[in-house]
């Protein structure tokens, strides 16, 4: 178990992959999150790659609001990332709704249904922020792994 | 082989957003698509009820992030329309000016989008690379990378100073010398030709009965263009739309491509002509009666309905995106094709759902 765990921190520590999903956003946090992983701001030189699947991926980056179709998908694609993950809400929008907190479809932000880690606000957020916010997501998987929550 | 149903998103690795596709296939050829919706909706046209006129600028900016400056210019010049207010003609310029800028990333952002769609990365990378000087304009122009917010009702928040417009000109040049560089890579690369030529065909005639809009319609070798209406200053400058005869994904990547170079000559033409002057009037009064107003997206025509009562809100704003316009066109170019080549041929529009759901 030991042997397992310090293989996982390793995996983890040199290569987050992260899954990123459009929850009724407006494109400028999915565009910004994107351009993170192009040459100028370059993610991938942590070892953070853009997954498509859930199962493969530790960091679940969500953006936009929350409206009664895709609260369902959002909390399907939560259950299925394996543990241990962290939680991404990037922009206004996911973490209050934003703008469209008074529209009619609209829940409001991630967090309602599920549980997040790291809140990155702005409107949408600088690619730096978001990069940040991805990095501190690494230290978070780090503790969860040590704290043996897998 | 019986009939499958595959299902096509909402979470898919090639569309950065959410939509749905159920693809009936049968020996690897798509029979039927058919389209669902709904996953980004939010409803934002009623927000007109309880935010007033001005405040809606900055809810109509975000209809879409990508061409977030022309969904404001639109409502903007539709409102002003309406309340019969006169834009001092530097602020016409400067509309059109960021308009145009607005639409080279939104083509950049797409070229890189659709290179990645049929696995060229590094062209992908590159396209963003190119993209992110225009980036680097809006944040010194107008403040922000993406949702530029510079439009308000009578003009514009912002001016550009002589030393601004020198710059975006210089930019410009480096901009078209590296747009040069891959123009060879996109029209002579075996792979791409491969994967884009025939792939999604749409006649004119076709085009026209599903009513397509923008550069599909123009691959489809109909001259629309929805600047020839000639608001904000297009109607000083000079510009023919860009049309390709083929009607494939191939074609409609042609009139992307050279839209750029396009907009690279409407900018310098607008900076070589912007006159002196205010850059806002004051509004004052609500407006009443109903108004349509069209304008240009980087993906076709977007058209906006306003009733208006004489209050600080709106009675109704109806947002028709080019999008929307084109998914029964995509219907029926995704039946008969392979089922890999549907993602090239969904992307060859440019879908934007969060402009089609609203």
């Not at chain 2, 296939?25 to 798509?30: C, L, P, Q, T, Y």
Request: aromatic share 8%; net charge neutral; hydrophobic share 40%.
């Amino acid at each position: 178990m030991k042997f397992i765990k310090r293989l996982l921190l390793t995996g983890i520590k040199k290569s987050p992959w992260l899954l990123h999903f459009d929850c009724g956003s407006c494109n400028g946090c999915d565009i910004e999150t994107l351009a993170v992983l192009t040459p100028v701001y370059d993610a991938e030189r942590f070892g953070v790659i853009n997954v498509g699947n859930p199962k493969h991926a530790d960091i679940f980056l969500v953006t936009g609001t929350v409206n009664r179709k895709n609260q369902e998908i959002l909390n399907n694609l939560y259950l299925q990332i394996p543990e241990p993950k962290v939680i991404l809400a990037v922009g206004t929008c996911a973490l209050s709704g934003g703008i469209f907190a008074e529209a009619p479809n609209v829940i409001g932000g991630v967090d309602k249904i599920i549980p997040v880690d790291i809140y990155i606000p702005g409107c949408p957020p600088k690619p730096e922020a978001i990069l940040e916010g991805v990095l501190k997501s690494v230290e978070l998987l780090e503790d969860k792994v040590k704290n043996g929550k897998i | 082989m019986p009939k499958t149903i595959i299902p096509f998103g909402p979470q898919h690795p090639v569309l950065p957003e959410p939509l749905h596709f159920s693809l009936t296939v049968e020996d690897e050829i798509v029979q039927e698509a058919i389209p669902g919706f709904g996953y980004v909706h939010r409803g934002l046209e009623k927000l007109c009820e309880i935010k007033d006129i001005h405040k809606m600028i900055q809810v109509v900016e975000r209809v879409c992030g990508i061409c977030s400056k022309i969904h404001a210019l639109c409502y903007c010049e539709g409102i002003e329309q309406m309340m019969g207010v006169e834009v001092p003609p530097r602020a016409k310029y400067l509309r059109t000016i960021w308009s145009e800028l607005h639409r080279m990333h939104s083509h950049l952002l797409w070229l890189g989008l659709f290179a990645d769609s049929f696995g060229f990365e590094s062209l992908f990378y590159h396209f963003w690379r190119i993209r992110e000087k225009i980036l680097d304009i809006n944040e010194k122009t107008a403040g922000n990378r993406i949702i530029v917010s510079v439009n308000i009702l009578g003009g514009v928040k912002r001016d550009l100073s002589t030393e601004d417009q020198k710059w975006i000109l210089a930019e410009l040049k480096e901009i078209e010398n590296k747009l040069e560089e891959v123009k060879d890579t996109l029209f002579k690369d075996y792979t791409i030709s491969k994967r884009t030529k025939g792939k999604g065909i749409l006649s004119a005639e076709e085009a026209l009965y599903l009513g397509a809009v923008g550069p599909v319609l123009r691959a489809s070798g109909v001259a629309q263009d929805c600047r020839q209406l000639q608001y904000a200053a297009f109607s000083e400058l000079d510009f023919e739309p860009v049309i390709a005869q083929e009607g494939d994904s191939f074609a409609r990547m042609q009139v992307r491509y050279f839209e750029l170079f396009q907009s690279i000559d409407l900018i310098r033409q607008a900076l070589s002509k912007i006159p002196e002057g205010p850059i806002s009037v004051k509004v004052k009064g609500y407006p009443e009666g109903e108004n349509v107003f069209r304008v240009e997206q980087p993906r076709g025509e977007v058209f906006y309905y306003f009733k208006a009562n004489g209050s600080k809100f709106l009675d109704r704003l109806r947002i028709r995106t080019p999008t929307f316009a084109n998914v029964p066109a995509l219907a029926k170019m995704l039946t008969g094709i392979e089922l890999a080549d549907v993602p090239v041929v969904i992307l060859s529009i440019d879908p934007c759902i969060s402009c089609t759901e609203r």
